[in-house]
């Protein structure tokens, strides 16, 4: 008999007759099936898995670059000639062109920040005022144009603008009035007293963090000024550049810009210990559920090693009339690879169709339990989000069948080196 290819049509067809062959004539056997679905659901937990820390990073990231400077420019302080320590910018304007006319700066605004309780209707709550002027204001995306928000933004030099949670905790809407209070107030020969304004809510704004919803409060820059007795005074800038993954390289350009009494405070010094520990999840899950698909790849071996058995007097009679020991190999090669390959095709399917229903999925699961699945007060993001990223799917793929066809090679090698002698013995 003349060698056959490598994976010819003959080699195609014996290895499809064993796999669709009935249990009774060693066919596919419970173990095939077992790895099958096992596979499936290795991938498929894979798949799932990546979308949604993929989709819970880029969720935390985007709500970080948001609704918060991208860069902070404070100052150091510096001692005037009473020796007394300001802190604070009072050529403010003037910085905030230099830091503006920085390449790769889209914007440098000033801003004055402060703690204060906020009360309304008997309610009480802490707050985190931010200054600025409307301008300003309407370019921060998760708070002003084109956020989801409700009120009227043009009217901010009016009142005030609070998120959504802040709101909803005060009991107060577009048109109310909350009370305002810090403990540096008006300054008297007797101490300082506290200073308790009231404003008007105008804009209320949900910037899809917690945190952000439940303490922010943004102020006109004037009131803010005035309120925190910082009159021809700015606390610090709010820089946003066009390339906030690379904020590295603005830090030079933006001290010099600064000037000589300039710190930085980036996105990544605020967040980069929640973004190293989410990196390390990610390496740590990866790490379990590639074990998870190679324990579902080791059930080929044992499926193939009762399919070789049962087939050994085939085996024996194929060797016979002249096929090689490579021709064997790849038969039975092609019988466990199709598991895999299957399998694998399955879980991808389930994995892509979960990542991209993944909000329908988990609204019929938080039915299901009662509701207070996610609480957003705990994990900072209103939904468990996923992003499905084809280069996860492609590691997911290729880990799958890159086991699937090693673990495969063993059994069919233990096939190809049958003495066929010993094979048609007993038959």
Not at 13 to 40: D, F, H, N, P, Q
Not at 257 to 263: N, Q
Not at 282 to 294: A, E, G, P, Q, R
Not at 308 to 313: A, D, L, T
């Amino acid at each position: 008999m003349a060698q056959t290819a490598p994976f010819s049509r003959f080699e195609r067809m014996i290895a499809w007759r064993y796999l669709r062959a009935r249990r009774a004539e060693g066919g596919v056997s419970v173990m095939t099936w077992i790895s099958l679905i096992g596979i499936t659901l290795a991938v498929f937990a894979l798949i799932a898995t990546l979308a949604v820390r993929a989709g819970f990073r880029a969720e935390f990231v985007d709500t970080i670059l948001g609704a918060n400077a991208h860069v902070t420019v404070y100052a150091s302080g510096r001692v005037d000639a009473n020796g007394v320590t300001v802190k604070g910018f009072s050529d403010y304007a003037e910085r905030a062109a230099a830091l503006a006319a920085v390449p790769g700066v889209t914007r440098a605004a000033p801003m004055i920040r402060g703690q204060v309780m906020v009360s309304s209707q008997g309610a009480t709550n802490g707050a985190e005022v931010y200054g600025l002027t409307v301008e300003d204001l309407k370019t921060i995306p998760r708070v002003g144009l084109g956020a989801e928000a409700y009120g009227e933004i043009d009217r901010f030099d009016e009142g005030i603008a609070v998120g959504s949670i802040l709101a909803r905790e005060l009991g107060v809407t577009v048109g109310d009035k909350v009370r305002v209070i810090s403990p540096n107030g008006v300054k008297t020969a007797f101490g300082t007293s506290p200073r308790v304004n009231a404003y008007e809510v105008v804009y209320v704004f949900t910037a899809g963090r917690y945190d952000i919803d439940k303490t922010r409060l943004y102020m006109p820059f004037a009131q803010a000024q005035e309120y925190f007795n910082r009159e021809g005074f700015a606390d610090e800038f709010e820089v946003m550049v066009d390339n906030p993954d690379d904020i590295d390289r603005f830090a030079a350009p933006l001290l010099a810009a600064g000037g000589d009494d300039a710190i930085l405070w980036t996105w990544r010094d605020s967040s980069g210990a929640f973004l190293r520990a989410l990196d390390m999840e990610d390496n740590i899950m990866f790490v379990i559920l590639s074990i998870l698909v190679l324990i579902a790849t080791m059930n080929i071996i044992s499926g193939l090693i009762m399919l070789v058995k049962n087939k050994g007097r085939d085996i024996g009679i194929l060797r016979t009339i002249g096929l090689t020991e490579g021709a064997v190999l790849r038969v039975f090669f092609m019988c466990g690879a199709f598991t895999g390959i299957v399998g694998t095709v399955a879980g991808v399917a389930l994995g892509c169709l979960f990542a991209l229903y993944i909000d329908p999925i988990f609204s019929a699961v938080n039915y299901l339990a009662g509701g207070g699945v996610w609480d957003a007060s705990i994990r900072g993001i209103y939904a468990l989000p996923a992003k499905l990223q084809w280069g996860d799917v492609l590691s997911a793929v290729s880990l799958s069948l890159g086991l699937s066809f090693i673990v495969t090679i063993f059994p069919a090698r233990r096939a190809a080196r049958m003495n066929p002698v010993e094979a048609l013995r007993y038959e």
